[in-house]
């Protein structure tokens, strides 16, 4: 079973910035793709960021230009960098893995941008 861990997560002002990183148990080079997720109050889940085993990186369109996608084999970790934090961005933040059509998810990390 694998296991992701998210840390990062926290409350910053507009137009500040925030690092979220996901651990992985494993060797994430296994996996076809790695993500993060997000789901705010009252929406549905959102696809923010992927980047597939081939390093080739895709972001939603609310997103793209403000936040980058990264991974560090060495590590085995995922990290996902948040500048210019909108209150929009408010959802909780969740990892996951995927390997052909079985994913893994980290618990979530909360993120809140407020004045």
């Known amino acids: 079973q694998v296991q992701l861990v998210e840390s990062g997560g926290g409350l910053v002002q507009p137009g500040e910035s925030l690092r979220l990183s996901c651990a992985a148990s494993?060797?994430?080079?296994?996996?076809?793709?790695m993500g993060w997720y997000r789901r705010a109050p009252g929406n549905e889940r959102e696809l923010v960021a992927t980047?597939?085993?081939?390093?080739?990186?895709n972001y939603a369109g609310s997103v793209e230009g403000r936040f980058y996608i990264s991974r560090d084999g060495a590590e085995n970790t995922v990290a996902l960098q948040m500048n210019t934090l909108k209150p929009e961005d408010t959802a909780i933040y969740y990892c996951f893995a995927r390997t052909l059509g079985r994913y893994s998810w980290g618990q979530g990390t909360q993120v809140t941008v407020s004045s």
């Open positions: 494993t060797n994430i080079f296994m996996f076809n793709e």
């Open positions: 980047i597939n085993v081939g390093g080739v990186t």
